[in-house]
Protein backbone atom coordinates (compact mmCIF):
# COMPACT_ATOMS: atom_id res chain seq x y z
CA UNK A 1 0.00 0.00 0.00
CA UNK A 2 1.62 3.39 -1.14
CA UNK A 3 2.09 5.93 1.55
CA UNK A 4 -1.04 8.29 0.39
CA UNK A 5 -3.15 5.83 0.52
CA UNK A 6 -2.49 4.79 3.94
CA UNK A 7 -3.12 8.59 4.70
CA UNK A 8 -5.90 8.40 2.84
CA UNK A 9 -7.32 5.49 5.18
CA UNK A 10 -6.28 6.62 8.15
CA UNK A 11 -7.87 10.26 7.48
CA UNK A 12 -10.78 8.92 6.37
CA UNK A 13 -11.08 6.12 9.46
CA UNK A 14 -10.65 8.87 11.79
CA UNK A 15 -12.70 11.66 10.46
CA UNK A 16 -15.90 9.51 9.00
CA UNK A 17 -15.46 6.54 11.56
CA UNK A 18 -17.50 4.35 9.37
CA UNK A 19 -20.09 7.17 8.35
CA UNK A 20 -20.62 8.40 4.77
CA UNK A 21 -20.28 11.35 2.54
CA UNK A 22 -22.83 14.15 2.86
CA UNK A 23 -24.82 15.66 -0.23
CA UNK A 24 -23.73 18.96 -1.15
CA UNK A 25 -25.95 22.04 -0.83
CA UNK A 26 -24.75 24.70 -3.02
CA UNK A 27 -23.59 22.79 -5.65
CA UNK A 28 -20.69 20.89 -4.34
CA UNK A 29 -20.14 23.29 -0.78
CA UNK A 30 -22.07 22.34 2.33
CA UNK A 31 -24.24 25.35 3.33
CA UNK A 32 -22.47 26.19 6.64
CA UNK A 33 -20.09 24.72 9.06
CA UNK A 34 -21.21 23.85 12.42
CA UNK A 35 -24.64 23.84 13.88
CA UNK A 36 -24.40 27.51 15.27
CA UNK A 37 -23.53 28.39 11.30
CA UNK A 38 -26.07 26.27 10.16
CA UNK A 39 -28.75 27.03 12.07
CA UNK A 40 -28.26 30.60 10.95
CA UNK A 41 -28.59 30.26 7.42
CA UNK A 42 -24.97 29.82 6.99
CA UNK A 43 -23.50 32.86 8.14
CA UNK A 44 -20.74 32.64 9.83
CA UNK A 45 -18.12 35.55 8.29
CA UNK A 46 -18.98 37.99 10.81
CA UNK A 47 -19.90 36.57 14.10
CA UNK A 48 -18.46 33.96 16.69
CA UNK A 49 -20.01 30.27 15.25
CA UNK A 50 -17.05 28.34 17.38
CA UNK A 51 -14.34 26.70 15.75
CA UNK A 52 -15.60 25.90 12.72
CA UNK A 53 -15.52 29.34 12.29
CA UNK A 54 -12.13 28.67 10.97
CA UNK A 55 -14.20 27.04 7.80
CA UNK A 56 -15.56 30.57 7.03
CA UNK A 57 -13.52 33.37 8.40
CA UNK A 58 -10.49 32.37 10.56
CA UNK A 59 -10.50 35.61 11.73
CA UNK A 60 -13.51 35.38 13.47
CA UNK A 61 -11.66 32.97 16.30
CA UNK A 62 -10.00 36.05 18.20
CA UNK A 63 -13.74 36.60 18.81
CA UNK A 64 -14.19 33.76 21.64
CA UNK A 65 -13.63 33.93 24.99
CA UNK A 66 -10.00 33.00 26.79
CA UNK A 67 -9.31 29.55 26.77
CA UNK A 68 -8.88 26.39 24.53
CA UNK A 69 -12.56 24.69 23.12
CA UNK A 70 -12.66 21.15 21.46
CA UNK A 71 -15.72 20.60 19.21
CA UNK A 72 -17.31 17.10 17.99
CA UNK A 73 -19.83 17.31 15.37
CA UNK A 74 -22.46 15.42 12.64
CA UNK A 75 -23.90 15.95 9.76
CA UNK A 76 -27.11 13.57 8.65
CA UNK A 77 -28.13 14.37 5.38
CA UNK A 78 -31.29 12.34 3.66
CA UNK A 79 -31.91 13.47 0.03
CA UNK A 80 -34.66 13.26 -2.30
CA UNK A 81 -33.73 12.68 -5.50
CA UNK A 82 -35.90 11.66 -8.69
CA UNK A 83 -35.10 11.46 -12.27
CA UNK A 84 -38.21 11.28 -14.86
CA UNK A 85 -37.74 10.16 -18.43
CA UNK A 86 -39.64 12.98 -20.01
CA UNK A 87 -40.50 10.87 -23.20
CA UNK A 88 -41.49 7.37 -21.52
CA UNK A 89 -42.59 8.77 -18.22
CA UNK A 90 -40.21 6.26 -16.32
CA UNK A 91 -38.88 8.07 -13.34
CA UNK A 92 -36.17 5.99 -10.91
CA UNK A 93 -34.83 7.28 -7.56
CA UNK A 94 -31.83 7.75 -5.59
CA UNK A 95 -31.82 5.32 -3.05
CA UNK A 96 -29.83 2.94 -0.90
CA UNK A 97 -28.21 0.54 -3.53
CA UNK A 98 -25.15 -0.28 -2.11
CA UNK A 99 -22.71 -0.21 0.91
CA UNK A 100 -21.57 3.23 0.26
CA UNK A 101 -24.49 5.05 -0.56
CA UNK A 102 -27.18 7.71 1.91
CA UNK A 103 -28.46 8.81 4.21
CA UNK A 104 -25.39 10.56 4.19
CA UNK A 105 -23.41 11.52 7.21
CA UNK A 106 -20.27 14.38 7.52
CA UNK A 107 -18.11 14.66 10.70
CA UNK A 108 -16.74 17.60 12.07
CA UNK A 109 -13.94 17.98 14.94
CA UNK A 110 -11.55 20.76 15.66
CA UNK A 111 -9.69 22.26 18.73
CA UNK A 112 -9.18 26.10 19.18
CA UNK A 113 -6.96 27.97 21.88
CA UNK A 114 -7.19 31.38 22.72
CA UNK A 115 -3.31 32.41 23.66
CA UNK A 116 -2.82 36.17 24.21
CA UNK A 117 -4.04 38.09 21.03
CA UNK A 118 -3.32 35.12 19.10
CA UNK A 119 -6.19 32.71 18.15
CA UNK A 120 -4.86 29.48 17.30
CA UNK A 121 -6.81 26.11 16.28
CA UNK A 122 -6.98 22.93 13.48
CA UNK A 123 -9.90 20.79 12.76
CA UNK A 124 -11.34 18.15 10.41
CA UNK A 125 -14.45 18.91 8.43
CA UNK A 126 -16.30 17.48 4.90
CA UNK A 127 -16.74 20.47 3.16
CA UNK A 128 -18.95 18.98 0.83
CA UNK A 129 -19.27 16.63 -1.97
CA UNK A 130 -22.16 14.75 -3.91
CA UNK A 131 -24.08 10.83 -3.52
CA UNK A 132 -26.22 9.33 -5.97
CA UNK A 133 -27.29 5.66 -6.32
CA UNK A 134 -29.76 4.41 -9.41
CA UNK A 135 -29.22 1.24 -9.29
CA UNK A 136 -28.76 -1.02 -12.38
CA UNK A 137 -32.82 -1.83 -13.85
CA UNK A 138 -33.93 1.68 -14.43
CA UNK A 139 -33.59 3.69 -17.90
CA UNK A 140 -30.45 5.11 -16.95
CA UNK A 141 -28.72 1.63 -17.52
CA UNK A 142 -30.54 0.98 -20.97
CA UNK A 143 -28.45 1.96 -23.71
CA UNK A 144 -29.27 2.77 -27.05
CA UNK A 145 -32.21 0.99 -28.73
CA UNK A 146 -33.42 0.10 -25.11
CA UNK A 147 -30.91 -2.15 -24.87
CA UNK A 148 -31.05 -3.32 -21.01
CA UNK A 149 -27.26 -3.28 -19.51
CA UNK A 150 -27.57 -4.03 -16.03
CA UNK A 151 -24.73 -1.63 -15.44
CA UNK A 152 -24.77 0.82 -12.49
CA UNK A 153 -25.73 4.59 -11.91
CA UNK A 154 -24.06 6.20 -9.24
CA UNK A 155 -21.58 8.77 -7.96
CA UNK A 156 -20.25 9.49 -4.58
CA UNK A 157 -18.03 12.72 -4.25
CA UNK A 158 -16.08 13.60 -0.95
CA UNK A 159 -14.17 16.49 -0.23
CA UNK A 160 -12.33 17.08 3.04
CA UNK A 161 -10.67 19.69 4.82
CA UNK A 162 -7.58 19.62 7.40
CA UNK A 163 -7.28 23.26 8.25
CA UNK A 164 -4.58 24.92 10.33
CA UNK A 165 -5.66 28.28 11.13
CA UNK A 166 -4.26 31.51 13.26
CA UNK A 167 -6.17 34.67 14.33
CA UNK A 168 -4.68 37.89 15.34
CA UNK A 169 -6.31 40.28 17.64
CA UNK A 170 -4.80 43.90 16.07
CA UNK A 171 -6.45 46.49 18.67
CA UNK A 172 -10.20 46.43 20.20
CA UNK A 173 -11.81 46.84 16.87
CA UNK A 174 -9.74 44.78 14.59
CA UNK A 175 -8.70 40.89 14.11
CA UNK A 176 -6.98 39.39 11.10
CA UNK A 177 -6.47 35.46 10.60
CA UNK A 178 -5.52 32.94 7.90
CA UNK A 179 -5.73 29.22 7.18
CA UNK A 180 -3.72 26.72 5.01
CA UNK A 181 -5.71 23.66 4.05
CA UNK A 182 -4.78 20.43 3.47
CA UNK A 183 -7.39 18.25 0.97
CA UNK A 184 -8.31 15.14 -0.29
CA UNK A 185 -10.57 14.55 -2.20
CA UNK A 186 -12.15 10.90 -3.71
CA UNK A 187 -14.73 10.03 -5.94
CA UNK A 188 -16.72 6.78 -7.21
CA UNK A 189 -18.80 6.69 -10.65
CA UNK A 190 -20.70 4.56 -12.34
CA UNK A 191 -21.81 5.98 -15.55
CA UNK A 192 -23.46 4.65 -18.81
CA UNK A 193 -23.18 6.77 -21.90
CA UNK A 194 -25.57 5.26 -24.91
CA UNK A 195 -24.28 5.57 -28.35
CA UNK A 196 -25.72 8.84 -29.36
CA UNK A 197 -23.84 10.47 -26.71
CA UNK A 198 -20.80 8.64 -27.45
CA UNK A 199 -21.19 9.81 -31.35
CA UNK A 200 -22.12 13.43 -29.93
CA UNK A 201 -18.70 13.63 -27.89
CA UNK A 202 -16.59 12.59 -30.82
CA UNK A 203 -18.54 14.37 -33.37
CA UNK A 204 -17.68 17.52 -31.35
CA UNK A 205 -13.99 16.62 -30.82
CA UNK A 206 -14.81 16.00 -26.96
CA UNK A 207 -13.28 12.30 -27.39
CA UNK A 208 -10.21 11.09 -28.75
CA UNK A 209 -7.63 8.91 -28.32
CA UNK A 210 -6.32 5.31 -30.22
CA UNK A 211 -9.73 3.52 -28.33
CA UNK A 212 -12.02 5.94 -30.47
CA UNK A 213 -11.52 4.09 -33.61
CA UNK A 214 -12.02 0.43 -31.42
CA UNK A 215 -15.80 1.71 -30.01
CA UNK A 216 -16.09 2.65 -33.44
CA UNK A 217 -15.43 -1.00 -34.92
CA UNK A 218 -18.23 -3.20 -32.56
CA UNK A 219 -21.09 -4.26 -35.62
CA UNK A 220 -23.24 -2.52 -33.35
CA UNK A 221 -22.44 -0.50 -30.85
CA UNK A 222 -25.16 0.74 -27.92
CA UNK A 223 -23.04 2.72 -25.34
CA UNK A 224 -19.99 2.65 -23.16
CA UNK A 225 -19.78 2.51 -19.77
CA UNK A 226 -17.41 3.94 -16.96
CA UNK A 227 -17.22 2.05 -13.76
CA UNK A 228 -14.67 3.88 -11.30
CA UNK A 229 -16.10 2.90 -7.87
CA UNK A 230 -15.27 0.80 -4.74
CA UNK A 231 -18.03 -0.92 -3.36
CA UNK A 232 -16.81 0.07 0.34
CA UNK A 233 -17.38 2.84 3.43
CA UNK A 234 -14.22 4.31 2.61
CA UNK A 235 -13.57 3.70 -0.98
CA UNK A 236 -13.31 5.75 -3.38
CA UNK A 237 -12.22 4.52 -6.88
CA UNK A 238 -10.34 7.95 -7.39
CA UNK A 239 -8.55 10.04 -5.32
CA UNK A 240 -5.91 12.75 -4.38
CA UNK A 241 -4.69 15.16 -2.62
CA UNK A 242 -4.01 19.14 -2.53
CA UNK A 243 -4.15 22.08 -0.29
CA UNK A 244 -5.74 25.24 -0.32
CA UNK A 245 -6.58 28.47 2.36
CA UNK A 246 -7.87 31.91 3.56
CA UNK A 247 -7.87 34.77 4.98
CA UNK A 248 -10.22 37.30 6.74
CA UNK A 249 -10.68 39.81 9.11
CA UNK A 250 -13.54 41.04 11.40
CA UNK A 251 -13.63 44.75 12.61
CA UNK A 252 -15.93 45.73 15.26
CA UNK A 253 -17.68 49.39 14.42
CA UNK A 254 -19.40 49.72 17.36
CA UNK A 255 -19.89 47.63 20.02
CA UNK A 256 -23.24 46.25 18.66
CA UNK A 257 -22.10 46.03 14.96
CA UNK A 258 -19.49 43.59 13.76
CA UNK A 259 -18.10 43.51 9.92
CA UNK A 260 -16.48 40.65 8.45
CA UNK A 261 -14.78 39.48 5.20
CA UNK A 262 -13.19 36.20 3.75
CA UNK A 263 -11.27 35.45 0.67
CA UNK A 264 -10.53 30.93 0.40
CA UNK A 265 -8.38 30.39 -2.70
CA UNK A 266 -9.38 28.05 -5.33
CA UNK A 267 -8.22 24.53 -4.73
CA UNK A 268 -5.01 22.91 -5.52
CA UNK A 269 -5.79 19.56 -5.95
CA UNK A 270 -3.54 16.52 -7.85
CA UNK A 271 -5.30 14.28 -10.78
CA UNK A 272 -7.73 12.50 -8.88
CA UNK A 273 -6.33 8.55 -9.89
CA UNK A 274 -7.37 4.87 -10.05
CA UNK A 275 -8.15 1.84 -11.46
CA UNK A 276 -11.32 1.72 -13.73
CA UNK A 277 -12.93 -0.76 -16.22
CA UNK A 278 -14.71 0.58 -19.56
CA UNK A 279 -17.15 -1.39 -20.81
CA UNK A 280 -18.10 -1.27 -24.49
CA UNK A 281 -21.93 -2.07 -24.80
CA UNK A 282 -23.03 -4.05 -28.30
CA UNK A 283 -25.62 -5.59 -29.38
CA UNK A 284 -24.32 -8.40 -31.12
CA UNK A 285 -20.80 -8.59 -29.17
CA UNK A 286 -22.48 -8.40 -25.78
CA UNK A 287 -20.48 -6.76 -23.22
CA UNK A 288 -16.84 -5.94 -23.73
CA UNK A 289 -14.36 -4.72 -20.48
CA UNK A 290 -11.45 -3.01 -20.94
CA UNK A 291 -9.73 -2.46 -17.63
CA UNK A 292 -6.95 0.17 -17.34
CA UNK A 293 -6.10 3.52 -15.26
CA UNK A 294 -8.35 6.41 -15.19
CA UNK A 295 -7.35 10.02 -14.60
CA UNK A 296 -9.87 12.89 -13.58
CA UNK A 297 -7.64 16.02 -14.26
CA UNK A 298 -7.76 19.28 -12.86
CA UNK A 299 -10.64 18.76 -10.50
CA UNK A 300 -11.08 21.50 -7.84
CA UNK A 301 -12.79 23.17 -5.74
CA UNK A 302 -13.54 27.34 -6.46
CA UNK A 303 -12.22 30.36 -4.89
CA UNK A 304 -15.43 32.19 -3.03
CA UNK A 305 -15.32 35.91 -1.68
CA UNK A 306 -17.40 36.63 1.18
CA UNK A 307 -19.04 39.51 3.00
CA UNK A 308 -20.42 39.67 6.63
CA UNK A 309 -22.62 41.67 9.09
CA UNK A 310 -23.59 41.28 12.44
CA UNK A 311 -25.73 43.45 14.89
CA UNK A 312 -26.72 42.68 18.54
CA UNK A 313 -29.91 44.30 18.13
CA UNK A 314 -31.12 44.00 21.70
CA UNK A 315 -28.70 42.45 24.65
CA UNK A 316 -30.31 39.03 23.85
CA UNK A 317 -31.20 39.32 20.02
CA UNK A 318 -28.30 39.09 17.53
CA UNK A 319 -28.95 39.65 13.75
CA UNK A 320 -26.68 38.11 10.96
CA UNK A 321 -25.96 38.60 6.61
CA UNK A 322 -23.48 36.79 4.54
CA UNK A 323 -23.39 37.38 0.88
CA UNK A 324 -20.22 35.15 -0.83
CA UNK A 325 -19.59 35.05 -4.60
CA UNK A 326 -18.75 31.75 -5.46
CA UNK A 327 -16.54 31.20 -8.73
CA UNK A 328 -17.73 27.47 -10.07
CA UNK A 329 -16.57 29.08 -13.73
CA UNK A 330 -13.13 29.23 -13.43
CA UNK A 331 -13.31 25.21 -12.29
CA UNK A 332 -16.17 23.54 -13.71
CA UNK A 333 -16.12 24.22 -17.49
CA UNK A 334 -15.65 20.33 -18.43
CA UNK A 335 -15.00 17.12 -16.48
CA UNK A 336 -11.92 15.65 -18.34
CA UNK A 337 -11.45 11.99 -18.34
CA UNK A 338 -8.24 10.00 -19.07
CA UNK A 339 -8.54 6.14 -19.52
CA UNK A 340 -5.55 4.12 -20.50
CA UNK A 341 -6.48 0.69 -21.18
CA UNK A 342 -3.86 -2.33 -19.66
CA UNK A 343 -3.69 -4.06 -23.06
CA UNK A 344 -3.09 -0.64 -24.84
CA UNK A 345 -4.95 2.08 -26.09
CA UNK A 346 -6.17 5.80 -24.82
CA UNK A 347 -9.88 7.81 -24.72
CA UNK A 348 -9.84 11.52 -23.32
CA UNK A 349 -13.16 12.58 -22.70
CA UNK A 350 -14.36 16.57 -22.17
CA UNK A 351 -17.83 15.91 -20.36
CA UNK A 352 -19.37 19.51 -20.52
CA UNK A 353 -20.31 21.69 -17.78
CA UNK A 354 -20.26 25.03 -18.06
CA UNK A 355 -21.30 26.06 -14.64
CA UNK A 356 -21.72 29.82 -13.59
CA UNK A 357 -20.63 31.71 -10.83
CA UNK A 358 -22.90 31.43 -8.16
CA UNK A 359 -24.28 34.49 -6.09
CA UNK A 360 -25.46 33.25 -2.05
CA UNK A 361 -26.90 35.47 0.40
CA UNK A 362 -27.39 33.98 4.14
CA UNK A 363 -29.70 35.62 6.83
CA UNK A 364 -29.96 34.56 10.28
CA UNK A 365 -31.12 35.29 13.26
CA UNK A 366 -30.18 34.12 17.28
CA UNK A 367 -32.27 34.77 20.07
CA UNK A 368 -30.99 33.94 24.16
CA UNK A 369 -33.97 32.63 25.88
CA UNK A 370 -32.13 32.47 28.59
CA UNK A 371 -28.68 31.57 30.31
CA UNK A 372 -28.69 27.84 28.97
CA UNK A 373 -30.97 28.00 26.15
CA UNK A 374 -30.39 30.34 22.59
CA UNK A 375 -32.59 29.64 19.89
CA UNK A 376 -31.57 30.83 16.41
CA UNK A 377 -33.30 30.44 12.59
CA UNK A 378 -31.97 31.38 9.52
CA UNK A 379 -32.80 31.71 5.32
CA UNK A 380 -29.79 30.95 2.52
CA UNK A 381 -30.73 32.06 -1.07
CA UNK A 382 -28.36 31.18 -4.13
CA UNK A 383 -28.20 31.83 -7.66
CA UNK A 384 -28.59 28.54 -9.90
CA UNK A 385 -24.78 27.51 -11.17
CA UNK A 386 -25.50 24.97 -13.14
CA UNK A 387 -26.57 24.91 -16.55
CA UNK A 388 -30.00 22.77 -17.99
CA UNK A 389 -28.15 21.79 -21.22
CA UNK A 390 -25.82 20.13 -19.64
CA UNK A 391 -27.37 18.70 -16.51
CA UNK A 392 -26.56 14.88 -15.51
CA UNK A 393 -28.36 12.76 -13.36
CA UNK A 394 -25.78 11.75 -11.70
CA UNK A 395 -24.21 14.87 -10.68
CA UNK A 396 -27.85 16.83 -9.59
CA UNK A 397 -26.59 19.49 -7.53
CA UNK A 398 -29.08 22.06 -7.91
CA UNK A 399 -30.71 22.90 -4.45
CA UNK A 400 -30.56 26.42 -3.94
CA UNK A 401 -33.10 27.79 -1.24
CA UNK A 402 -32.84 26.43 2.43
CA UNK A 403 -34.60 27.27 5.27
CA UNK A 404 -33.07 26.29 8.52
CA UNK A 405 -33.41 26.48 12.38
CA UNK A 406 -32.02 25.70 15.85
CA UNK A 407 -30.43 25.69 19.11
CA UNK A 408 -28.21 25.87 21.55
CA UNK A 409 -28.50 23.84 24.70
CA UNK A 410 -25.74 25.11 27.72
CA UNK A 411 -25.44 21.45 29.82
CA UNK A 412 -23.01 23.51 32.50
CA UNK A 413 -20.56 26.38 32.39
CA UNK A 414 -18.38 24.27 29.87
CA UNK A 415 -20.27 22.42 27.96
CA UNK A 416 -22.71 23.10 24.99
CA UNK A 417 -24.92 20.84 22.59
CA UNK A 418 -25.85 22.93 19.45
CA UNK A 419 -28.25 21.23 17.10
CA UNK A 420 -29.51 23.03 13.42
CA UNK A 421 -31.93 21.53 10.78
CA UNK A 422 -32.08 22.64 7.28
CA UNK A 423 -34.27 22.44 4.58
CA UNK A 424 -33.35 22.56 0.80
CA UNK A 425 -36.43 23.46 -0.89
CA UNK A 426 -37.50 21.06 -3.89
CA UNK A 427 -35.30 22.60 -7.40
CA UNK A 428 -36.00 20.80 -10.43
CA UNK A 429 -34.39 21.00 -13.76
CA UNK A 430 -34.54 19.81 -17.52
CA UNK A 431 -32.43 18.33 -19.93
CA UNK A 432 -32.91 17.56 -23.53
CA UNK A 433 -29.25 17.63 -24.75
CA UNK A 434 -26.30 15.58 -25.62
CA UNK A 435 -23.99 14.72 -25.08
CA UNK A 436 -24.37 14.67 -21.44
CA UNK A 437 -28.61 12.98 -21.67
CA UNK A 438 -29.75 10.58 -24.34
CA UNK A 439 -33.45 10.73 -23.06
CA UNK A 440 -34.84 14.15 -22.08
CA UNK A 441 -34.83 13.80 -18.34
CA UNK A 442 -36.44 16.35 -15.69
CA UNK A 443 -34.76 16.04 -12.33
CA UNK A 444 -35.61 17.03 -8.80
CA UNK A 445 -33.56 17.47 -5.97
CA UNK A 446 -34.66 17.95 -2.25
CA UNK A 447 -32.73 17.48 1.02
CA UNK A 448 -33.38 17.88 4.62
CA UNK A 449 -30.17 17.81 6.92
CA UNK A 450 -29.66 17.85 10.38
CA UNK A 451 -26.78 19.13 12.50
CA UNK A 452 -25.48 17.89 16.08
CA UNK A 453 -22.12 19.64 17.90
CA UNK A 454 -20.56 19.10 21.27
CA UNK A 455 -18.38 22.12 22.57
CA UNK A 456 -16.66 21.95 25.86
CA UNK A 457 -14.36 24.96 27.00
CA UNK A 458 -11.70 25.04 29.22
Not at 26 to 52: I, K, N, W, Y
Not at 123 to 138: D, H, I, K, R, V
Not at 259 to 280: H, R
Not at 301 to 328: C, E, I, K, N, Y
Request: proline share 3%; aromatic share 8%.
Amino acid sequence: MTNKKMMSLALLSALAGGSQVAQATDVFRLEGFGAVSRAMGGTAVAQDVGPAGMMSNPATLSLAADGEQVMGGLDLVTTGIDVTNKTTGERVSSSTHANNRGPYMAPELAYTKRIGDWSLGIGAFAQGGLGTEYGNGSFLSRATGGLATGLDNSSRLLVLNIPIAASFKVNEQLSVGGSFDAMWQGLNLNLLLGADQVGSLIGSGRATGALVPVLGGFPALRGAHFSLTKNQMLGSGVDSWGYSGRLGMVYKATPETTLGASYSFKSQMDDMEGGATLTAVDAIAGQVPLTGKIKIKDFQMPAHLDLGFSQRLTSQWTVAADVSRVFWKDVMKNIQVGFIADAGGDLNILLPQDYKDQTVLSLGSAYAVNDRLTVRGGLRFASQALQSSTLFAVIPATPRKHLSAGLTYALSKQSKIDVAYSHAFEESMDNNSQPNTSAPIQVKHAQDNLSLNYRYSF
